[in-house]
């Protein structure tokens, strides 16, 4: 079984960047696809981006593509969520994703579709 435990998270002036990393123990990491979500108060969770095991195939929510980046470094163990022209609606708890996948190249993006979550790290982002 991994574990995933996120860092990263803060208080920032809206137009500001944070670099999220999410850390995987237990497992080797590319046998997970990963994915982020975030979720506001009073909100449903929400997909953010995702991306396969193996070979860098993602996929992002309209409301952040060309402003946030997922990548991931198997041999670290990590994958990451670069965060550039933040706004005050992505304020949110975001959260860590993973799923064992057979497929290399599969994108998933539901919440039903991981069985694995990291406790979550707190995003402010001040207008």
């Known amino acids: 079984q991994v574990h995933l435990v996120e860092s990263g998270g803060g208080l920032v002036q809206a137009g500001g960047s944070l670099r999220l990393s999410c850390a995987t123990s237990g497992r080797t990491a590319s046998d997970y696809a990963m994915g982020w979500f975030r979720q506001a108060p009073g909100k449903e969770r929400e997909f953010v981006a995702a991306m396969s095991r193996i070979g860098g195939s993602t996929n992002y929510a309209d409301s952040v593509k060309g402003r946030f980046t997922i990548s991931r470094d198997n041999a670290r163990n990590t994958v990451y969520l670069q965060m550039n022209s933040l706004k005050p609606e992505d304020t949110a708890v975001y959260y860590c994703?993973?799923?064992?996948?057979?497929?290399?190249?599969?994108?998933?993006?539901?919440?039903?579709?991981?069985?694995?979550w990291g406790q979550g790290t707190q995003v402010t982002v001040s207008s």
């Open positions: 994703a993973g799923r064992l996948a057979v497929a290399y190249w599969r994108v998933f993006t539901l919440p039903s579709d991981f069985a694995i």
